[in-house]
């Protein structure tokens, strides 16, 4: 299983970004995927999930300014990002849970981390 992500980027306050999460061995439809981010010494934090069902769910810190999203033909998922502010820097990684049973972090696929910085 391979998640690659993608979209990378420094932008400005208040600028946009689109972070791309292209999927291989898995098929996304059929799995819970999450975007998640982790800051240089903070926690991992939930980012936004979407189900199978295609229901989604988002932090709060985030709702109403990030938007996850799939395209199932080409098996990726996106996270479109609006109103970036320096407090969104981190890196952000995809996942894919493996089994429906579990949302511990080792019942995860993890991709790499992809680097967003925000500027003042």
């Known amino acids: 299983v391979q998640l690659q992500a993608s979209g990378r980027g420094l932008v400005q306050a208040g600028g946009s970004l689109r972070l791309s999460c292209a999927a291989s061995?898995?098929?996304?439809?059929?799995?819970?995927m999450s975007w998640y981010r982790q800051a240089p010494g903070k926690q991992r934090e939930l980012v936004a999930s979407i189900m199978s069902s295609g229901s989604t769910n988002y932090a709060d810190s985030v709702k109403g300014r990030f938007t996850i999203s799939r395209d199932n033909a080409k098996n990726t998922v996106y996270l479109q990002m609006n109103s970036l502010t320096p407090e969104d820097t981190s890196l952000y990684y995809c996942?894919?849970?493996?089994?429906?049973?579990?949302?511990?972090?080792?019942?995860?696929?993890w991709g790499q981390g992809t680097k967003v910085t925000v500027s003042s």
């Open positions: 061995g898995i098929i996304i439809i059929l799995r819970k």
């Open positions: 996942a894919a849970r493996r089994h429906s049973y579990s949302d511990d972090p080792d019942n995860y696929f």
